[in-house]
Structures are given as structure tokens and as C-alpha cells.
């Protein structure tokens, strides 16, 4: 993408984003599109990673690798505990207690001054080039080389994400989001493997969060505002929910209708939103869904 974006009036840093917000949009896919759980509060673990890396980078030791593994790392405790205490509810409870916790987050790192930057955000920090001991990768002065090394960790996710869900494991969320109580009489331990979804769902939300800071080379508490959430969800609708690739090209349209409308007007979102609408009434399985409508 970084040799023809220029041609139809993009650039390397929007290819990067779509690829970012892409893997987080199909980190919520996950559990949603094939758990069938609702989460508003995966902006949590998105903006926990994206954290993890500033602040690493900033107070601990000047390391990409070592930054976006702390992310990832706390992303994931952090789901942990959450889902241990919410797995049992369903439905909009469940959604809702997301979002509380996902608001706790957000204001801790909103009032927590001295060490999130607060609403000034975490500044003072940048990507470092990745040392791989005979050579180093430069990702602060080539975004082509950053496009590709994001590219590199999307793949890595991507397929490990399809190798879960074509796994045992992954049909039996299939079949806990078909019927959940018919799972249950089977014998399934449904709240084990609701758990468990919601935990790998949100390690890749928080590598996405960690590219994400330093795509940007910023962090703030807007990253973990329930708000983003409600942006992943809705580019997993618009691609197609219940599809593995829909996310993504649902990530695509919102980060390329964002980019060019707001170039134009302020109020992009009515355009994203109208958009949106469009699709769940008309379109309910998706950008996706339409393309494979059309395929004989």
C-alpha cells in the first residue's frame, strides 16, 4: 500500500491506522462476531497498551519490543480481572459493566498527573528503532519501514486469530454464540470459554492499542474512552460482524471516511453515522456480506 496510496490521495501513516484500528476492530469481532458477547469496554485494553509502550519507553528503557510486550502484558491482566468478575452476566448487563470499568480505567489515567501526562496526554517520548543486534530496523524516520514492520505483527495476529477459531476451541464458541443454552446441557463450560475469549480478545486490543501509540507517538485518556469502543464496534458492523475479514474493511471505510470528510467539515461523524445506518438497515451482514451477495 505505501507505493500507490500517494495515487489516490493518501499517504503511508493512513495505510499504517487501517491496519491498527483494523486488528483492533476484529479484536472486538472476536467476541462479538463469534462468542456472540457484547464489549464497550475493549477501549480499555487499547489505550492500557498504548500506555504500556509510552510509558516504558519514557521512565524504563528506550525499547519498542520491550514497550509493546508491557502493553500487551498489562492489557491482559487487566482483561483478566475484569472478565473473572463479569463472566457470568449477559447481555446488555454485561455490555454496561464494560463500559464501567472501561470509564474506570480512563479516569485514572485522567487524574493520575504526574505519570499519564493527564489530558495533556503522555508526551516526551517517540519510537526507537528496533535492535536486532547485528542490524536495526529504523521505524522513526522511514513510516514505510513502521507500515511494514505493523504489517508484519497484523499478519502474525491475524493468523493466529484464524488458527484459535478454526481450533475446538473456536468451534465451541461458535456454538455458545449460536445457542448458549444448548452449549450448556452439552456440557460445555460456557463461562470457562467466554472467559478465555474475552482475555485473547483483549490481548490483540491492547497490541493494537500499543502500534497505535507509536503510530502517533502520543498517548491519552481519550484512547481508553468508551467512545472508541463504540468506533471498533461499529466498523466490525459496517464490514460485516460475523465475518473474519469484514472488521477490516470495515476499519478501512471509517479510517478512510474519516480522513477525507474531515478534511471538509467538522461534522464527519454525520456522515459515518449516516453511512452506518444505511448498512444496518438495508445491509445487515455487512460491506462484506454485499460482496459476497454479488458473487455467483
Keep these: 500500500m505505501p507505493y500507490w496510496m500517494g ?4 499517504y503511508t501513516g493512513l495505510a499504517t491506522r487501517v491496519l491498527v484500528l483494523g486488528l483492533a476492530a476484529m479484536s472486538v469481532n472476536f467476541l462479538l462476531g463469534f462468542t456472540g458477547v ?6 480499555a485494553y487499547f489505550g492500557l497498551g498504548a500506555y504500556g509502550v509510552g510509558l516504558v519507553i519514557k521512565y524504563v528503557a528506550p525499547s519498542t519490543p520491550l514497550g509493546i510486550l508491557v502493553g500487551v502484558l498489562v492489557g491482559t491482566i487487566a482483561a483478566a480481572m475484569v472478565g473473572a468478575l463479569i463472566v457470568k452476566l449477559r447481555g446488555i448487563y454485561f455490555a454496561m459493566v464494560t463500559i464501567a470499568f472501561g470509564q474506570m480505567f480512563y479516569f485514572i489515567a485522567f487524574r493520575w498527573n504526574t505519570v499519564t501526562g493527564g489530558d495533556d496526554g503522555l508526551t516526551g517520548w517517540r519510537r526507537v528503532p528496533i535492535d536486532l543486534g547485528l542490524t536495526k ?3 522513526v524516520s522511514s513510516g514505510v519501514t513502521f507500515y511494514y514492520v505493523v504489517l508484519a505483527l497484523f499478519a502474525v495476529s491475524v493468523g493466529i486469530m484464524a488458527l484459535i477459531l478454526r481450533s475446538p476451541f473456536g468451534r465451541t464458541l461458535l456454538a455458545i454464540r ?9 456440557g460445555i463450560p460456557v463461562e470457562r470459554h467466554i472467559l478465555i475469549a474475552f482475555v485473547i480478545s483483549a490481548v490483540f486490543a491492547s497490541l493494537a492499542g500499543g502500534l497505535y501509540a507509536l503510530l502517533n507517538n502520543f498517548v491519552d485518556p481519550r484512547s ?4 472508541v469502543s463504540g468506533n471498533f464496534v461499529i466498523m466490525a458492523v459496517i464490514g460485516g460482524m460475523r465475518s473474519f475479514w469484514g472488521p477490516l474493511i470495515g476499519a478501512a471505510i471509517f479510517v478512510v471516511l474519516q480522513d477525507y470528510v474531515s478534511s471538509y467539515t467538522q461534522n464527519w461523524l454525520f456522515f459515518i453515522g449516516l453511512f452506518f445506518v444505511l448498512i444496518v438497515l438495508f445491509f445487515p451482514r455487512g460491506v462484506l456480506g454485499i460482496i459476497r451477495r454479488r458473487q455467483p
Excluded at 7 to 10: I, S
Excluded at 178 to 186: G, P, Q, S, T, Y
Excluded at 224 to 227: E, I, K, S
Design 137 to 139: 530496523i529504523d521505524i
Design 38 to 43: 457484547l464489549s464497550f469496554g475493549h477501549a
Design 224 to 227: 481508553l474512552h468508551w467512545t
Design 178 to 186: 449460536e445457542n448458549e443454552r444448548r452449549a450448556r446441557f452439552l
Design 7 to 10: 495515487a489516490v490521495g493518501g
